[in-house]
């Protein structure tokens, strides 16, 4: 039984409690005089409950399942800036993908795992590893985390709208995301909180902090986006001829939404964003923009620790006022999730049962990744591929939870 856990799931830190119970039961045999027997079976219940409990808190979640039709590949590759200040940055591509007997993808690659989720190392998401691009021309869509976040926080929803026909690349912004390991073993790692500190930073220290970086992680998509149409031309890439450059959009978490519409102003190419409960940075914050975007906001706001809650209302409230302003100037889709919070938004509501405990809100997750997919897709359709989805059209629509 060990032997096929440790090859059907593969061995994680969780279960080393259990699999010191088995080398007590295995020394145990033959049956010790009487006192000793017990004590080898009260340890091996002791060491199986301990197992058990932390599977409980940690288990080996599974990632819902794609709605799309198509099979799902990811591949992992690295992009060089442009320039004598050019910097690497770390892609992962989520795709369509042909049948393919490569192994599942982990949800995270061992050396960028810490000590706590390393068994989120050996855990399999949807898509399958370097597996063949399907036939076709697809929409892409460029993807960044939060500030500190990383490339596969949000993994429930780029496989899924990969299932539906895009070509999805998620970034690790150097200095900012991670922890990211690179082609020569580098692993960084991600950024403090202490450049966007609520408790100690004014607004506009933060306003000017984040126009800063929301502009450095913008040219990262930038460059992203140039290497995908070198690959597009290139007929050793895997992606030869099966990328649409004339339909891109852009999405991104909390400040990962600000950088979709900073590098949008930036690059034509880029012709919508949604941004999944983040402020707005940048230049949209004084320019708006001109193209399509969508913002889907939690509605149960969570503080940091060491923050008052004064503080963080204050910022939070004048950041919203700001948000509203930049968001009428050309008009944009907003949508409120009653029960989210901040990070309920992305896959740590899978990480443990007692996510709701520390701050994920009321909404169950499933049903809040249900609502984000079905928004994704249907803002995406219509704005790079001219759609008309009953979802943008029906006020009140299928979701009470969205208004």
């Not at 590893?129 to 076709?136: C, F, K, R, T």
């Not at 020569?184 to 506009?204: H, K, N, R």
């Not at 969570?302 to 948000?323: H, M, W």
């Amino acid at each position: 039984m060990l032997a096929a856990h440790l090859v059907l799931e593969g061995g994680h830190w969780q279960m080393i409690p259990a699999y010191a119970a088995v080398l007590v039961f295995a020394g145990s045999l033959p049956m010790p005089a009487r006192p000793w027997h017990l004590v080898g079976c009260a340890g091996v219940l002791l060491l199986s409950v301990v197992s058990c409990t932390f599977s409980f808190l940690l288990p080996m979640f599974r990632l819902p399942a794609p709605t799309g039709p198509f099979l799902l590949g990811t591949r992992i590759l690295q992009v060089r800036t442009p320039g004598a200040a050019g910097r690497d940055v770390v892609v992962q591509l989520w795709y369509p993908a042909n049948p393919s007997h490569e192994p599942f993808a982990p949800y995270r690659r061992w050396k960028e795992a810490t000590l706590q989720s390393s068994y989120q190392s050996v855990l399999p998401t949807n898509s399958r590893l370097n597996a063949p691009v399907a036939n076709g021309t697809f929409p892409v869509l460029l993807f960044s985390p939060a500030w500190g976040g990383r490339r596969t926080q949000n993994t429930y929803l780029l496989e899924d709208l990969a299932s539906h026909g895009f070509v999805v690349a998620a970034i690790d912004h150097p200095g900012n995301s991670g922890p990211t390991l690179y082609d020569d073993g580098y692993v960084s790692q991600p950024a403090s909180g202490d450049a966007m500190d609520f408790a100690t930073l004014s607004f506009e220290q933060i306003l000017a902090e984040g126009a800063k970086e929301a502009k450095l992680q913008a040219d990262d998509e930038i460059a992203v986006l140039n290497a995908l149409a070198a690959m597009k031309q290139d007929q050793a890439s895997p992606f030869f001829e099966k990328v649409d450059l004339t339909r891109v959009g852009a999405l991104g978490h909390s400040f990962g939404g600000a950088v979709g519409a900073e590098a949008a102003i930036e690059d034509t190419r880029i012709k919508a964003v949604l941004d999944l409960d983040g402020s707005i940075f940048g230049r949209m914050r004084k320019e708006g923009l001109a193209k399509p975007f969508m913002m889907i906001a939690e509605d149960m706001p969570t503080y940091p620790p060491g923050a008052t809650k004064s503080a963080v209302d204050r910022i939070n409230d004048a950041l919203a006022e700001s948000d509203m302003a930049a968001m009428k100037v050309f008009g944009a889709y907003l949508v409120f999730l009653h029960g989210s919070t901040h990070s309920s938004f992305t896959d740590r509501s899978l990480f443990s049962p007692l996510a709701r405990l520390s701050g994920e809100g009321t909404i169950p997750k499933l049903r809040q990744y249900e609502i984000v997919r079905a928004y994704a897709l249907a803002f995406f359709d219509k704005s790079l591929r001219g759609g008309d989805p009953a979802l943008l059209r029906k006020v009140p629509g299928p979701y009470p939870e969205a208004t």
